[in-house]
């Protein structure tokens, strides 16, 4: 792992248990929904692109959410999210493949899975339209994407840093997010999206991820390049139905 920098504890523990997990031992083989297309439909019907991630829970959320999982991705979609992300990590997330499997099959729009994935073998664990690859865990960071691609996955390549965009696009990364989420103490701060957006080249869709709680957040990241917002907390936890909460989010701030 490329370890430059400390990880808090619950990181720490997330990525011990994720090398405990073995792959099924079969390779999958999928054929993905397209999510720059999403991206791009979501723009001409006049919605914010927004992935809305079912998250029943997290190690900076108290309590787990046991809705229905298919029930809130399909509220999701109601609300107009151009792509949903599902987390599919157990022991800190709440999550399950089974999870992913049954909203995939539920909706028509690009499902990304959100996991820690540090092996090939991990990538066969369940079909998805796009995966989460996060720049700092892995150490051969182009054989993981080459895997995924062989697979027929698109792949979302996490970064933090201006250091670690540059080693997402040498390995080939068209799909770039950077996360608002210090890994090292777990603080969300939008700044980290600002600093690192210009240095994107304009052919590569970029995602702002974490800490997007309300739509000056949106317009916000926006205004610094995000061609997409990766929101969980403020769809699931916001103050009204998922469905209300996503559509807060994927409707312009010039339309209200
Ligand atoms: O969300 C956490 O508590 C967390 C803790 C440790 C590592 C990763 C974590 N989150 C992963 C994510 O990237 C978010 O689930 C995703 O970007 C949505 O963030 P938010 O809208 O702030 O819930």
Redesign the pocket.
């Known amino acids: 792992m490329n370890s430059r920098e400390e990880l808090?504890p619950?990181?720490a523990s997330?990525l011990e248990a994720a090398r405990q997990r073995q792959g099924p031992g079969e390779r999958v083989a999928v054929t993905p929904r397209d999510f720059p297309a999403a991206v791009a439909r979501a723009e001409a019907d006049g919605r914010v692109p927004v992935v809305a991630?079912v998250?029943p829970t997290?190690?900076?959320?108290d309590g787990t959410d046991d809705r229905d999982p298919v029930e809130l991705a399909e509220e999701m979609v109601a609300g107009g999210a151009a792509a949903l992300?599902v987390?599919t990590e157990p022991e800190?997330f709440g999550g399950s493949c089974e999870t992913l499997r049954r909203v995939r099959e539920a909706v028509d729009v690009p499902v990304l899975r959100?996991d820690f994935l540090l092996e090939e073998q991990h990538l066969d664990a369940v079909e998805a339209d796009v995966v989460l690859l996060i720049a700092r865990f892995l150490d051969d960071l182009e054989g993981m994407l080459t895997a995924a691609r062989e697979r027929g996955f698109q792949a979302l390549v996490e970064v933090h840093d201006r250091t670690e965009l540059r080693q997402a696009l040498d390995a080939g990364a068209d799909v770039v997010g950077v996360?608002n989420?210090d890994?090292a103490n777990?603080v969300?701060n939008l700044e980290t999206f600002e600093a690192v957006a210009p240095d994107v080249p304009d052919d590569v869709t970029l995602v702002a991820?974490?800490?997007?709680a309300m739509p000056a957040d949106v317009a916000r990241m926006r205004r610094a390049g995000a061609d997409a917002l990766?929101?969980?907390?403020?769809i699931m936890r916001g103050s009204g139905t998922v469905t209300e909460n996503t559509r807060r989010l994927t409707t312009p701030m010039t339309d209200r």
């Open positions: 808090a619950a990181v997330i991630e998250k997290s190690p900076t959320t992300s987390l800190h959100k996360n989420r890994l777990l969300v991820e974490s800490g997007i990766l929101v969980g907390t403020a």
